[in-house]
């Protein structure tokens, strides 16, 4: 009798214990397929003209990637804290020039603070001409024009249709891992800033463009990551470029 009030007190331990593994479980599976949905990106654009169906196409074919677009001026209105509520990371793909209001760059800070991410591809690096702020966001500055005063900034300069041969500078970054070395037709960019705190990933020996092709840095609580390749379908198409684009992604969303 003693031998099966104790096998009937296991089994219904067992039981119990099973059904609370089994409920963990599902608030884990539950936690998780919330954690691993898609991650949802915003693409703004503005100021500069691109081939827009190869482009948005690239997002299009990504897995796990939703995409919504925007355009500036009216973009710098969804730049506020309440887009983290709604969106993971945000694609700069502007040259928008004229920047924006400080009422509005105040709140772009303020959503930086809250940790979306943020990936700055190719001509952003020009945008906000006039808002310091922005070159310290991204980790870097397309100077427009020259600048004169204590210290003079020579203009930034861009090349078009160069076959350019990109290495792995940091392959230990979940960007870049298992990356290979590899060429791409693209347009680009010498004479510019990067933040020399920036950790780079790609570089380039290319006589017409800087040597730092590709970074990652922090800003606020938010991963940044700048690409300077990306301007026309040569680049959209080449599957080394996608990688970088799509990893850089869901890095800056904290999903890689």
Known sequence: MYHRSVASVLFLSLIVLTVQAAAGEAAAGEAAAAKGGKVRVLVITGGHDFEQAPFYGMFEAMEG???????????????????????????????WAQGISDTQQQAFVKLLERGI???????????????PEYARIIGGKFHLQRQEGDKVVPGSGYFHDQ???????????????????????????????????????????HPKSDRELAWVKTYAKSRVVYVALGHDHFAYENPNFRTVVARSILWAAGRL
């Open 65 to 95: 990637v939703t995409m919504t677009k925007a355009t500036y001026p009216d973009a710098a209105s969804l730049l506020t804290p309440d887009l983290a509520d709604t969106c993971d990371v945000v694609v700069f793909y502007d040259m």
């Open 117 to 131: 991410g943020v990936v700055a591809l190719h001509h952003t690096l020009a945008a906000h001409q006039n808002w």
């Open 163 to 205: 076959e350019v041969n990109v290495r792995v500078a940091n392959s230990s970054h979940p960007i870049t891992r298992g990356l290979s070395d590899f060429q791409i037709r693209d347009e680009t960019y010498n004479n510019y800033d990067t933040d020399p705190k920036a950790e780079v990933l790609l570089t380039t020996e």
